[in-house]
């Protein structure tokens, strides 16, 4: 049986580009971070009620190097939330002193909330970077502060 295969090319609005197989515009896919289905057992829960929109998780910030961009979004209640997307920044603390100074991030060396991080260079809590002074450990959530923060590690 042969496959028929018809190609075409059509000029995509701006919200329907893409860029770094990320969906950039309105047409992302919302998050659901509600109960479960299923029990650690593998039993099926039965739905006790309908996905409410509290329970709606949006995309995570996936903090990167670059020219510093911070995006501002309306979170529950009507505060704000500062997204932290690009920094080449980050404040470091040194325990021994207890000074803090600003310095140039150089590379993410590991991030232990996910192996592929490491490789793509995303800041996380945790992620372990090297900077001017040497390394350090991020101690801030860049996504939800706006900021990152760190502290010196001694080898």
Request: aromatic fraction near 6%.
């Amino acid at each position: 049986m042969e496959k028929l295969i018809i190609s075409f090319s059509v000029d995509l609005p701006a919200k329907y580009k893409y860029k770094q197989h990320t969906l950039i515009g309105e047409e992302q896919m919302a998050r659901w971070q509600g109960r479960s289905k299923r029990l650690p057992t593998g039993a099926r829960l039965k739905r006790y009620r309908k996905k409410r929109k509290y329970e709606l998780g949006r995309e995570s910030a996936e903090t990167r190097m670059g020219e510093e961009k911070k995006k501002t979004i309306r979170v529950r209640g009507g505060r704000k939330k500062i997204r932290l997307l690009l920094t080449s920044y980050a404040n470091v603390t040194d325990p021994k002193t207890g000074q803090t100074q600003k310095v140039k991030i150089n590379e993410v060396e590991t991030n232990p909330a996910n192996i592929d991080y490491s490789r793509r260079g995303i800041i996380t809590k945790g992620a372990i970077i090297i900077t001017e002074l040497g390394k350090a450990m991020c101690t801030s959530r860049p996504g939800q502060h706006g900021v990152v923060n760190a502290i010196l590690l001694t080898d």
